[in-house]
């Protein structure tokens, strides 16, 4: 082997361990800016009761948890936290599964406001971990007649 071959798999070497080492985290590792109100708004959301677990972030791990018993390849991103305003953050997590033919992305997002420490869902996946009682109203659910049933609103929703 000649100096040429082997100076170039030396600096091949140094690259691939620089890269290693300065490269940002991957796969189930949080995105979350340094910023304690970022960790507040995931936490917030994290440790918000779900409709069928004792918090989101256990409802989300449950999902996954049905996916790997039913055999279904998947994929669980890393929470992340994105400021979309001053007190206001957006939390999300990702989860890709396999599907028929192509992967599925599924996107379990919520935005929190910090100053009155609420959570609103933003993502038509995120509705399904939610309590009922926290789901934003249905269009033109003032139009819904309940009249029929003789329940009031409250007792046929909830």
Do not use: C
């Amino acid at each position: 082997m000649n100096i040429q071959k082997l100076l170039g798999f030396f600096v091949l070497g140094i690259l691939v361990v620089v890269g290693f080492l300065y490269s940002k985290p991957h796969g189930g590792t949080p995105d979350i800016p340094d910023d304690p109100k970022a960790y507040e708004a995931l936490e917030l959301v994290q440790s918000h009761p779900g409709r069928n677990a004792p918090n989101l972030e256990e409802a989300v791990n449950q999902y996954v948890r049905d996916l790997d018993a039913k055999g279904i390849p998947y994929h669980k991103g890393g929470w992340q936290v994105g400021e979309e305003q001053p007190g206001v953050y957006a939390v999300r997590i990702l989860v890709r599964e396999k599907g028929f033919d192509e992967w599925i992305e599924r996107e379990f997002a919520w935005r929190v406001t910090l100053r009155d420490k609420t959570i609103r869902v933003i993502s038509l996946a995120a509705i399904h971990f939610m309590p009922f009682h926290e789901l934003p109203p249905l269009p033109h659910q003032d139009q819904i007649s309940f009249k029929k049933s003789g329940l009031g609103a409250s007792e046929q929703l909830g």
